[in-house]
């Protein structure tokens, strides 16, 4: 009984793997690959993959091939294909892939063949079905023709390395001289494969004429230090490689040189402007380019200050910035350092952060000598003057001036006072000849280009001495309130001539109006200028003496005027005296512009001042009288 079920399942699973074998048979079944005479079997360009236009085929050739699958059946099916090349009597697997086929569908299988070589040669395409045994299979010849053209050594077979000793990132060059044997122009690149990093380097692609020679080369490099092993070959699109144009090749790499930059001095001063000492330093090794870029950095806002390449040497290279005038919200200089065809690693930059120079000047302690003033002494100021910023002042002036209106009574002048930091120093400014009684502020002012600092003091002063009794009023006001009454006065006065004088008789001669003219210009108000504080002052006409300054107390005379001289060739008007000796007149009228009035009556007449002094009549009054241009006063 027990033999007996043992043969029912061993014949149950012989039943179930021969009905699963009939399964994939009738799958396959129908499976159907394409005619061999129909594949399509093109030759392409191995860079491209692009057809080349050749009809044969030659030794060296890559060829794409697709081949058409077609599923007569109601389900889809899985397997994979698998395309076989025959050379020499040998069977050598190219290509495959698993594969999905549709039910009731065509599907192309497309793959790439190369290089070719010359004779016949065997192709081979073959279909599987998973979990299958079974197969089928189509199989065409093709022949492979002698290449036209033949490339060889030119020379020592095996490439040439130049930029030993090479660094980590060194760029490197391997070349060989190539020779074209055969009888067409081909193309020719070499290539490089690093086997560790599966990097593969390739050079340009270089045409040969038959008959010549042509040096090929790629250029590489390495991103990690030790002996490097890679693989070199030539490579054509057009076929006619010599097998020798391949091999191994050794070298060592280098670890990387390392470039360094650092501060060795900053130094911010408002005199000198900005000055930064920095170095560069390179490890063992060749010299080597670098770019050197400089920001700085206002306010946030970043702008390039400089941009230039230098070259290094192994050790530390000193350089410097020069800035004459910084912006005051300059707060940072960046320096970056960058290699140029070369690796270095991450190089950090160089941030210099900035403060900016402020000197702070105050002038403190202000004492007057002597303590209490006295008409007409010299007054000595002296204070002290210290510098609390964070950097040396620029040379500047100190001025004594009055607070109440600028008053400038000393000045340093061309004695320039330069406070270091931290600095005391006295400064003393003098004024001889005090004028002023009572209590008067005073302000010692230090200016220079960038700064501005000042002190105050309070000067006592006694009452001037009086000449025998006091004036129980003040004379200044006083003199204010007369002037201004006088001005009141005069415009009253005018006003009223105007309303009631009238243009004399032609006829009649006025004998009166001459004394009338002088008098009013008598009592008409002048101008004068003080001879200390240059106040301008509003005098009477007639008056003849001193005159006190209000502004500065300074007496000065006043009322003695020049003899006027009249110039003696210069033109008549067209109603001038020809005949008169001009050097005798003793009448004249003075004004500024074209139009002046008669001396004797008051006419308003029209004289070009161009053409003054010149004698002149008046159409009215028939005076005749000298008219001249300006200001007598002047």
């Known amino acids: 009984m027990k033999h007996t079920v043992s043969y029912m399942i061993l014949l149950s699973f012989i039943l179930i793997f021969s009905n699963s074998a009939s399964a994939d048979d009738s799958q396959l079944s129908e499976i159907e690959i394409q005619e061999p005479s129909e594949w399509e079997i093109i030759v392409i360009d191995q860079s491209t993959s692009l057809p080349n236009g050749n009809e044969t085929f030659s030794d060296g050739d890559y060829v794409r091939i697709s081949i058409q699958v077609s599923n007569a059946g109601n389900h889809t099916i899985n397997g994979s294909w698998k395309l076989k090349l025959l050379s020499e009597g040998v069977w050598h697997p190219s290509v495959g892939q698993n594969e999905t086929w549709d039910a009731n569908d065509n599907q192309i299988s497309e793959m790439t063949l190369g290089p070719l070589i010359e004779g016949i040669m065997t192709l081979k395409f073959e279909i599987s079905l998973a979990n299958s045994t079974s197969n089928i299979s189509e199989t065409i010849e093709i022949t492979v023709s002698p290449n036209p053209i033949l490339f060889t050594s030119a020379g020592e077979a095996n490439i040439a390395i130049t930029g030993e000793p090479a660094y980590i990132g060194d760029i490197l060059t391997a070349s060989i001289l190539v020779g074209n044997g055969g009888d067409s122009e081909g193309s020719v690149m070499l290539s490089l494969y690093d086997i560790d990093s599966m990097i593969l380097f390739s050079g340009d692609p270089v045409f040969i004429s038959p008959g010549s020679s042509r040096e090929i080369s790629v250029d590489f490099n390495f991103s990690s230090y030790g002996e490097k092993w ?32 650092g ?6 001063s408002v005199s ?72 270095s690693g991450q190089i950090p930059d160089l941030d210099v952060q900035l403060i900016s120079p402020q000197p702070i000047i105050e002038i403190t302690s202000c004492v007057q000598s002597p303590d209490v003033l006295e008409f007409s002494d010299t007054l000595t100021i002296t204070c002290t003057i210290s510098n609390i910023g964070n950097s040396d002042s620029l040379p500047g002036h100190v001025t004594l001036s009055r607070v109440s ?10 004695s320039m006072i330069q406070v270091n930091v931290g600095e005391e120093k006295p400064i003393s400014l003098t004024v001889p000849n005090w004028q002023d009684e009572g209590t008067t502020a005073l302000q010692v002012k230090f200016s220079s280009v960038i700064s501005t600092s000042s002190g105050s003091i309070a000067v006592q ?25 006088l001005v009141l006065m005069m415009m009253l006065l005018a006003f009223w001539r105007v309303a009631t004088e009238r243009t004399p008789d032609t006829e009649k001669k006025n004998l009166d109006s001459t004394s009338r003219i002088e008098k009013r210009r008598e009592r008409d108000n002048i101008e004068a200028s003080c001879p200390t504080c240059s106040q ?23 009322g003695v005027r020049e003899e006027i001289k009249i110039s003696t060739d210069s033109p008549a008007v067209e109603e001038d005296i020809e005949s008169k000796d001009k050097e005798n007149v003793e009448i004249f009228s003075v004004s500024d512009n074209d139009i002046l009035s008669c001396p004797s009556c008051d006419q308003l007449l029209k004289v070009p001042l161009v053409k003054r002094p010149v004698m002149s009549r008046c159409p009215a009054c028939r005076c005749e009288f000298m008219a001249l241009g300006g200001d007598l006063d002047e």
Do not use: M
């Not at 070959?233 to 091999?247: A, E, M, R, Y």
């Not at 390449?309 to 960046?334: K, N, Y």
């Not at 209106?405 to 061309?414: A, K, P, T």
């Open 461 to 485: 002063a006694n009452q001037r001495p009086s000449d025998g009794f006091e004036i129980p009023f003040d004379p200044t006001a006083a003199l204010l309130g007369a002037v201004s009454g």
């Open 230 to 261: 890679f693989q070199w070959k030539i490579n054509s699109d057009s076929g006619g490689v010599s097998p020798d144009l391949s091999g191994n090749h050794t070298i060592t790499i280098l670890p990387q040189q390392e470039v360094r930059v």
């Open 405 to 414: 209106d600028g008053y400038i009574f000393s000045d340093s002048g061309l």
């Open 536 to 558: 301008r002052l509003s005098i009477p006409g007639d008056h003849v003496g001193r005159v006190r300054c209000p502004a500065c107390s300074n007496s000065f005379e006043v």
């Open 263 to 268: 501060l060795s001095s900053s130094d911010w």
């Open 272 to 343: 000198n402007g900005l000055s930064i000492d920095y170095w560069i330093s390179l490890t063992d090794g060749p010299e080597r380019n670098v770019q050197v870029s400089i920001f700085e950095y206002e306010s946030g806002i970043s702008k390039e200050l400089q941009k230039f390449i230098i070259t290094l040497s192994q050790g530390v290279r000193q350089l410097d910035i020069q800035i004459t005038d910084p912006g005051p919200g300059l707060d940072r200089i960046e320096i970056s350092v960058e290699p140029l065809s070369w690796y």
